[in-house]
């Protein structure tokens, strides 16, 4: 803005002076061209009798000729290294210091003339009129503030009121704030349109208001508004109507601070240099600006270094109370170099206001104020977050009931969610702040192709992995419901098998899934990968035919329900209790204690001995001359007997004893066939607790169970009272046997 200013005072000076001299083509012209040159002569003898826009045209075109030097040499100069830049840098800004102490000095000088030449009377009946205007409006601002001091000491005890719930009293703490903001602008508007009354009404000129009157009122309103938002902070009208949370000496401290740089630069920047710049020299208000902001930045960071160790220890205190590793190492770091960004921002202030003075405080104050807004709000919404999303989140008893591990499993996605949180709000932080002390511009980025694209994608993503979560959240939830005997739906051993299975196979098939659509909604060209993935499946396929044989197998065993983990089966030649199965392999422990680990290629047939019901077959032999209707008899018997004993009546699930009859007459034996239905895996404790009695039941009946012997008869009945044959071995002198022997 300083060089546009320049350039166009600059064209205004050269149109003047080309009015001065006539051009050759209108010499002829005698008339036209006399009126010209007597207008041109005019002007500029006004121009040089006022001896503050003399100096003000002359310094502004030694400014000009400065800026159109440094631009010829910058034309023809090569490209300077960083050094060179800086060297250069330096070399200004030493020549703009010596040239302002100059022009500061050339201008005081101007500025005692005028006030020498001047007429006192007047002066003083102004200053006394000004005087009287100040008294006035303070004087109404406070005995407005001492009217209504009474409601401020209301709305504190309101606000500080302990009792009812903690909601409760953030609302009347906010409520009372907002009231005392308001009556502070109102006592505020009430003395500045007291101040405006007088101004017009009172001293000078009835319904007109002098240039000091006005900058005076206006600085009056910025500085009571920025004095309400500090008392706001710092509770400036009671002990509980402030936001932020510090000791009551500290606020009194930073308030009157504040307060009085806020009185020294608001006043000094919008009534002192103004006025000087209008009834003295606009160079010398030059440097009362350059003074009074000086001497502000100074005073500042003598402030800061003086508070340096203070906050540092009330940064670190506050960093110990915080509940989440970000917060405390963003207060931690805070304290360690929170004085080294505040005197850069000074420094900041100052050259900037040194070198674009038109431009500096406005642009100052605006990304002064985002900054401080952008950052306010992202630590108000990330304390309103972790009070939110801390909480944890509780299930009613029938959802805690049927799914036991559905609230650890929400509550376990709280941290990371809050992470997320907090990133995305530091993210807007940031480009806020870039967007204030940077040429980017944030709003033309996000109106932008490319900033449309960058949010249009992190939205999609956003919205893939939450949706990703759901399901997976939904899918393990169900699950957890399945397997959960408390829902009345006690599982298998199959059923948990196949369902753990299956929740590891919609895990990986997510995972993969939502990778990939991430990638490719990201701009990544996931082909490649494909192709790569398919090779390398291919190759693991062929390399691992076995492990897939194994898996498949596995696979179809367990959807077929052939085996569970407790069953008594054969399979692959060994028999045992199965222990564990998993995808690829089956464990089982066979009647010696020995574990066998088979895997599913191995398996070609399963004898399961634990499905639905079984049976114990038993087929007794009795000798040829036992009469076989008796032997049923006393197999009957003996099951009756079994029946009686209520532990073995409780693995039979039929009382009828199945009797198939005679079913070979052996070589040695009649073998007689009975089954008996029982519980499955039943079988072999009833088939030994039965075949104990039916050899108590024949050796009491007197009933031959053969075994292998040679029986020679002769013609005995089946008492058997014929005596044996006399046998001899030919060389024994007595035979081996004998009657009686």
């Known amino acids: 803005m300083t060089h546009k200013l320049t350039a166009f005072l600059a064209f205004v000076f050269v149109i003047a002076m080309l009015g001065l001299t006539p051009a050759p083509g209108h010499a002829a012209e005698p008339a036209s061209g006399s009126t010209s040159e007597q207008a041109g002569h005019q002007r500029l003898a006004d121009l040089l009798e006022d001896e503050a826009a003399r100096t003000a045209l002359v310094e502004q075109l030694r400014k000009l000729g400065e800026e159109e030097a440094a631009r010829a040499v910058e034309s023809g100069a090569p490209t300077q290294t960083l050094a060179g830049q800086v060297a250069g840098l330096t070399q200004t800004v030493a020549q703009g210091v010596v040239s302002e102490s100059a022009a500061a000095v050339d201008a005081l000088g101007v500025a005692w003339k005028q006030l020498a030449a001047a007429d006192p009377q007047p002066l003083a009946w102004a200053a006394a009129e000004f005087v009287l205007l100040v008294a006035v409006t303070w004087i109404v601002f406070r005995l407005l503030s001492a009217a209504v001091g009474g409601i401020f000491r209301a709305l504190d005890r309101y606000a500080g009121a302990r009792d009812g719930p903690r909601a409760l009293g953030w609302v009347r703490r906010s409520l009372a704030l907002l009231g005392a903001a308001v009556l502070d602008l109102l006592i505020i508007g009430l003395s500045w349109l007291a101040g405006y009354g007088v101004a017009l009404f009172v001293i000078g000129d009835t319904g007109s208001m002098r240039i000091q009157e006005s900058l005076y009122l206006n600085a009056f309103l910025l500085v009571e508004l920025i004095r309400v938002a500090l008392r706001v902070l710092l509770s400036g009208r009671g002990e509980n109507l402030g936001i932020l949370p510090i000791a009551a000496e500290d606020k009194a401290y930073w308030s009157a601070w504040a307060s009085r740089m806020v009185f020294f630069v608001a006043y000094g920047l919008m009534l002192v240099v103004p006025v000087i710049d209008h009834y003295l020299t606009p ?326 001995y634990n499905r639905d019901f079984a049976f114990h077959v038993g087929e007794y032999g009795i000798g040829y001359r036992e009469d076989s209707d008796e032997a049923i008899v006393h197999l009957r018997a003996a099951f009756d007997e079994l029946l009686a004993d209520e532990a073995q009546r409780a693995q039979i699930l039929d009382p009828v004893l199945e009797v198939h009859g005679v079913t070979a007459l052996a070589d040695n034996s009649v073998n007689i066939r009975v089954r008996i239905k029982t519980l499955p895996g039943g079988q072999f404790g009833v088939g030994r607790a039965y075949n104990r009695l039916v050899k108590r039941h024949f050796d009491a009946a007197g009933i031959e169970i053969p075994y292998p012997q040679m029986t020679l008869h002769f013609g005995e009945d089946k008492q058997g009272k014929a005596p044996p044959a006399r046998v001899c071995i030919e060389g024994e002198p007595v035979p081996l046997l004998a009657p009686g022997r």
């Open 283 to 608: 160079a010398l208000g030059r440097a009362v600006f350059i003074a009074i902001l000086l001497g502000a930045v100074l005073r500042a960071a003598v402030v800061v270094m003086q508070n340096r160790q203070r906050a540092s220890q009330a940064l670190e205190g506050l960093a110990d109370r915080m509940q989440t590793p970000f917060g405390r190492i963003a207060l931690t770091i805070g304290a360690r170099i929170w004085h080294v960004v505040a005197l850069v921002y000074l420094m900041a202030i100052l050259v900037t206001s040194l070198l674009y003075p038109e431009q500096a405080l406005p642009f100052m104050i605006a990304a002064t104020g985002q900054t401080l807004l952008a950052v306010g709000l992202g630590i108000a919404l990330a304390a309103l977050l972790t009070q939110v999303i801390l909480r944890r989140i509780e299930l009613g008893d029938e959802l805690r009931l049927k799914f036991p591990l559905l609230e650890a499993r929400l509550n376990a996605y709280v941290p990371s969610a809050l992470k997320i949180a907090r990133f995305v709000i530091l993210a807007v932080v940031v480009a806020f702040i870039v967007d204030a002390w940077t040429p980017f511009d944030l709003g033309a980025w996000i109106a932008s192709e490319a900033g449309a694209r960058v949010l249009g994608r992190a939205l999609s993503v956003a919205v893939i992995v939450t949706l990703a979560l759901l399901a997976w959240l939904v899918v393990a939830s169900w699950i957890e419901f399945r397997l959960n005997p408390q829902a009345g739906m006690a599982p298998n051993p199959r059923a948990r098998t196949l369902l753990t299975i299956f929740r590891n196979a919609i895990a990986i098939a997510l995972v993969v899934v939502t990778t990939m659509v991430v990638l490719a909604e990201i701009g990544i060209n996931i082909a490649p990968l494909l192709a790569g993935a398919g090779v390398l499946g291919l190759a693991i396929g062929f390399g691992a035919q076995k492990l897939v044989q194994d898996v498949i197998t596995g696979v179809f065993i367990q959807l077929e329900r052939a085996i569970d983990v407790g069953d008594l089966v054969t399979a692959g030649g060994i028999t045992g209790t199965v222990e564990r199965m998993t995808i690829r392999s089956l464990g089982m422990r066979d009647m010696h204690g020995t574990y066998h680990l088979l895997p599913f290629s191995s398996v070609d047939t399963v004898s399961n």
